[in-house]
């Protein structure tokens, strides 16, 4: 009886112990992300306190209308929807592993379907203004485990609360 009770708290702690360590294993790093337009052109990353969800990076420029979005990094697409006249409108996200996405919302076009595999500059969409927005212009966000992170870009922090001019290095 004394042998039964010994071998079965060995195998409690044994379990115990690799519960532990599955928790502790670190999260998996960012994925280089890059900016998610054509190579060389400037936009205004827009941030404030009362955007929704905070952490939320809105791409503004004069003629934003109609130009390419790119995926920030390779992955796969999966969720394209279209809200309509509401919140994100035509939007995509793109799982890059590790618990990390991105969301692209506000298109005016589609230029992926749902479950296709991009590459980093991969064209997944056009900049629009669906669903809740009241201009053409990029809605951005970044997720790690489905809660939106600061965005950093091309290796730089995007400036909160505020605007930052970044030009896209993506597919130069």
Same mark, same amino acid.
């Given at each position: 009886?004394? %042998?039964?009770?010994?071998?079965?708290?060995?195998?409690?702690?044994?379990?115990?112990?690799?519960?532990?360590?599955?928790?502790?294993?670190?999260?998996?790093?960012?994925?280089?992300?890059?900016?998610?337009?054509?190579?060389?052109? *400037?936009?205004?990353?827009?941030?404030?306190?009362?955007?929704?969800?905070?952490?939320?990076?809105?791409?503004?420029?004069?003629?934003?209308?109609?130009?390419?979005?790119?995926?920030?990094?390779?992955?796969?697409?999966?969720?394209?929807?279209?809200?309509?006249?509401?919140?994100?409108?035509?939007? $995509? *996200? *793109?799982?890059?592993?590790?618990?990390?996405?991105?969301?692209?919302?506000?298109?005016?076009?589609?230029?992926?379907?749902?479950?296709?595999?991009?590459?980093?500059?991969?064209? $997944?969409?056009?900049?629009?203004?669906?669903?809740?927005?009241?201009?053409?212009?990029?809605?951005?966000?970044?997720?790690?485990?489905? %809660?939106?992170?600061?965005?950093?870009?091309?290796?730089?922090? $995007?400036?909160?609360?505020?605007?930052?001019? $970044?030009?896209?290095? %993506?597919?130069?």
């Amino acid at each position: 009886m004394a %042998t039964v009770t010994v071998r079965t708290a060995v195998a409690a702690l044994a379990t115990s112990a690799a519960t532990l360590l599955a928790l502790a294993t670190p999260a998996t790093a960012a994925p280089n992300l890059r900016t998610p337009f054509d190579c060389g052109q *400037v936009w205004n990353a827009n941030t404030r306190t009362n955007h929704n969800p905070q952490l939320s990076v809105d791409f503004q420029r004069g003629d934003a209308q109609g130009k390419n979005v790119r995926s920030s990094a390779a992955g796969k697409v999966v969720t394209r929807r279209d809200l309509g006249g509401s919140s994100y409108g035509k939007y $995509i *996200v *793109v799982d890059h592993g590790g618990g990390w996405q991105t969301l692209y919302a506000h298109l005016s076009a589609f230029s992926v379907g749902l479950g296709a595999s991009v590459s980093t500059g991969t064209i $997944i969409g056009k900049v629009g203004s669906t669903g809740g927005s009241t201009g053409p212009h990029l809605h951005y966000e970044q997720k790690l485990n489905g %809660t939106v992170q600061r965005a950093v870009l091309n290796g730089k922090a $995007i400036a909160y609360f505020g605007n930052t001019s $970044i030009t896209s290095s %993506t597919g130069c």
